[in-house]
């Protein structure tokens, strides 16, 4: 199997934008089109690139039937002769004609942006049952479909054998995107192996992308992924959840810090667990009733402090033209976001159901970060001495969401509110 250099294209967790969390089933090419030229004004500049459009990109009259179903089965699709799914021209209208993604993605990358999709693991179920064309085999969609292998949640596709007919359908499906100029792929149905061919799709995946001359960064959802399978994440994929969908909810932010505290040891330069989207801002107009985030403004904080400590992907899943100042306060602080890279190793001091203390070293640069979180529901002092940090007697400190500055002799403490956090980046005295 030809191997992907992955960490030549995804040597820092990925930053961009998912149409998921505000539109569900029902993004267009304009809105798509307005939140990237929001990203290129707005948030470029502090590291954010990816645009990605999520779910049922390909069905035709997705969202039309919300109050009965989020994908409605045996919907029809646009699909090509291959076997291969393609955009929904009502809603993407530069597709016609074959174009595909293609100017979308152009017109993305004009704004010095990458661009990315969402696709479901298998192959399209209707192109099974009228036995479609694979592209390079002499088979059909049929032979390489596993009938058995559906999707508990959505209905659109079936599993693909682990056979070189079926290899050949992934390597053509990695072929026409590359084609459109996708860099980025969210696969769905495969990261916590519900079915039994999860795992082998996973490397069919993998070697078509290596096979496409494409750098294509591979995402895969939905988690929790499988501790045991680090390994073969860290092979075949770039992302990889480490959560189910995570909402606007600090339960869901509380157990992401159990969840960190299992991976923390596996992030490295272009492999990376996913804490998931960022759910801040105006959030599900798609499913039917629009709101804005329900975490508070600590809470925000926590979660932010906490993915870019860990050093996860950062996906926003707000719409991007509405968001405030105080919510694009926490996607443009640059300090905050210097924790990301994997040379910045992240470890747990300590949690339990009250508190939680991470820290992070990287030594190479000098840069050193301490971050407490008050994770209940009173308000509480924590605290942490240097000498179990490692960091000698004395040290400076400036905290990173206020910007105040100050010293610690003896340890690193704050008193906090419920849910809210402070982390510091640590300047250590050094005697010559």
């Given at each position: 199997?030809?191997?992907?250099?992955?960490?030549a294209?995804?040597?820092?967790?990925?930053?961009?934008?998912?149409?998921?969390?505000?539109?569900?089933?029902?993004?267009?090419?304009d809105?798509?089109?307005?939140?990237?030229?929001?990203?290129?004004?707005?948030?470029?500049?502090h590291?954010?690139?990816?645009?990605v459009?999520d779910?049922?990109?390909?069905?035709i009259?997705?969202?039309s039937?919300?109050?009965?179903?989020?994908?409605?089965?045996?919907?029809?699709?646009?699909?090509?002769?291959?076997?291969?799914?393609?955009?929904?021209?009502?809603?993407?209208?530069?597709?016609?004609d074959g174009?595909?993604?293609?100017?979308?993605?152009?017109?993305?990358?004009?704004?010095?942006?990458?661009?990315?999709?969402?696709?479901?693991?298998?192959?399209?179920?209707?192109?099974?049952?009228?036995?479609?064309?694979?592209?390079?085999?002499?088979?059909?969609?049929?032979?390489?479909?596993?009938a058995?292998?559906?999707c508990?949640?959505?209905?659109?596709?079936?599993?693909?054998?682990?056979?070189?007919?079926?290899?050949?359908?992934?390597?053509?499906?990695?072929?026409?995107?590359?084609?459109?100029?996708?860099?980025?792929?969210?696969?769905?149905?495969?990261?916590?192996?519900?079915?039994?061919?999860?795992?082998?799709?996973?490397?069919?995946?993998?070697?078509?992308?290596?096979?496409?001359?494409?750098?294509?960064?591979?995402?895969?959802?939905?988690?929790?992924?499988?501790i045991?399978?680090?390994?073969?994440?860290?092979?075949h994929?770039?992302?990889w959840?480490?959560?189910?969908?995570?909402?606007?909810?600090?339960?869901?932010?509380?157990?992401?810090?159990?969840?960190?505290?299992?991976?923390?040891?596996?992030?490295?330069?272009?492999?990376?667990?996913?804490?998931?989207?960022?759910?801040?801002?105006?959030l599900?107009?798609?499913?039917?009733?629009?709101?804005?985030?329900?975490?508070?403004?600590?809470?925000a904080?926590?979660m932010?402090?906490?993915?870019?400590?860990?050093?996860?992907?950062?996906?926003?899943?707000?719409?991007?033209?509405?968001?405030?100042?105080?919510?694009?306060?926490?996607?443009?602080?640059?300090?905050?976001?210097?924790?990301?890279?994997?040379?910045?190793?992240?470890?747990?001091?300590?949690?339990?159901?009250?508190?939680?203390?991470?820290?992070?070293?990287?030594e190479?640069?000098?840069?050193?970060?301490?971050?407490?979180?008050n994770?209940?529901?009173?308000?509480?002092?924590?605290?942490?001495?240097?000498?179990?940090?490692?960091?000698?007697?004395?040290?400076s400190?400036?905290?990173?969401?206020?910007?105040?500055?100050?010293?610690?002799?003896?340890?690193?403490?704050?008193?906090?509110?419920?849910?809210?956090?402070?982390?510091?980046?640590?300047?250590?005295?050094?005697?010559?």
């Amino acid at each position: 199997m030809k191997r992907r250099n992955k960490n030549a294209f995804a040597p820092t967790p990925p930053m961009g934008w998912n149409s998921y969390d505000y539109y569900d089933t029902t993004v267009n090419e304009d809105q798509v089109k307005a939140n990237a030229d929001y990203m290129a004004a707005h948030l470029k500049k502090h590291g954010w690139e990816y645009i990605v459009v999520d779910i049922e990109w390909y069905a035709i009259g997705a969202g039309s039937r919300r109050d009965e179903y989020q994908y409605i089965p045996f919907a029809e699709v646009a699909m090509d002769q291959y076997s291969r799914l393609l955009p929904d021209p009502a809603r993407f209208p530069s597709s016609v004609d074959g174009a595909g993604f293609k100017p979308l993605a152009d017109y993305i990358h004009a704004l010095g942006l990458k661009f990315g999709i969402h696709i479901m693991r298998g192959i399209p179920r209707i192109a099974a049952h009228h036995h479609c064309a694979v592209k390079g085999t002499e088979v059909t969609a049929n032979d390489v479909a596993i009938a058995s292998s559906v999707c508990p949640w959505n209905p659109d596709m079936y599993g693909v054998k682990d056979t070189p007919a079926g290899q050949a359908y992934y390597d053509s499906l990695m072929e026409l995107y590359a084609s459109w100029g996708v860099d980025f792929i969210k696969c769905d149905d495969i990261c916590r192996y519900d079915q039994p061919s999860c795992r082998s799709e996973v490397r069919m995946l993998s070697t078509a992308i290596a096979r496409c001359g494409r750098p294509i960064v591979l995402s895969l959802s939905p988690g929790p992924a499988l501790i045991d399978q680090a390994w073969y994440y860290k092979t075949h994929a770039n992302m990889w959840r480490i959560t189910d969908d995570l909402w606007d909810n600090f339960e869901l932010l509380k157990n992401m810090f159990y969840r960190c505290e299992l991976w923390q040891d596996h992030v490295s330069a272009g492999c990376y667990p996913d804490c998931d989207m960022l759910p801040i801002g105006q959030l599900g107009k798609g499913f039917g009733h629009e709101w804005t985030s329900n975490f508070t403004r600590d809470e925000a904080r926590t979660m932010m402090t906490l993915w870019c400590l860990f050093g996860s992907p950062l996906m926003i899943g707000a719409e991007l033209t509405l968001l405030d100042e105080a919510t694009l306060s926490l996607l443009t602080n640059d300090e905050l976001l210097a924790m990301l890279p994997p040379a910045v190793k992240p470890h747990q001091i300590c949690r339990d159901e009250e508190k939680a203390i991470w820290q992070a070293d990287d030594e190479a640069a000098d840069a050193h970060y301490v971050a407490l979180f008050n994770l209940g529901e009173e308000e509480q002092e924590l605290s942490v001495s240097l000498e179990e940090l490692g960091y000698g007697e004395e040290v400076s400190l400036k905290e990173l969401w206020t910007k105040e500055t100050g010293f610690a002799d003896s340890a690193i403490s704050a008193t906090l509110a419920p849910h809210a956090c402070v982390v510091y980046r640590v300047t250590l005295f050094r005697l010559d």
